[in-house]
């Protein structure tokens, strides 16, 4: 199973409305849903960042998950727009753990 999409050279992103980038991002998922289940399982991830199909970053949490700066110098490294993918498991782990926590 290979990962289906190609990562837009950052100009590129950033050339697309909000709307596009963030249909452009559901598609993505979409159409990769199993590979990115067996990513996400094979390293226990909470996120992951994938670039011409392969992940080449992932965390055991949400709260390390890149953000502005690190996508930035993800662009610079690679060449490449990455795409973030977010494990909807741990959206509601860490949800329940944090209601508990304020409890």
């Excluded at 080449?56 to 993918?85: D, E, H, M, S, Y």
């Amino acid at each position: 199973m290979k990962f289906v999409g190609v990562n837009l050279l950052p100009e590129e992103y950033q050339s697309l409305s909000l709307d596009d980038r963030a249909e452009l991002q559901w598609r993505l998922k979409q159409r990769n849903q199993e590979w990115l289940k067996e990513q996400f399982s094979k390293r226990n991830a909470a996120w992951i960042v994938v670039v011409d199909g392969q992940v080449i970053a992932f965390g055991k949490t949400l709260r390390n998950r890149p953000v502005a700066p690190q996508v930035r110098k993800l662009c610079k490294t690679t060449g490449k727009f990455p795409f973030i993918f977010v494990n909807e498991e741990f959206i509601t782990i860490e949800e329940s753990s944090v209601a508990a926590n304020d409890s």
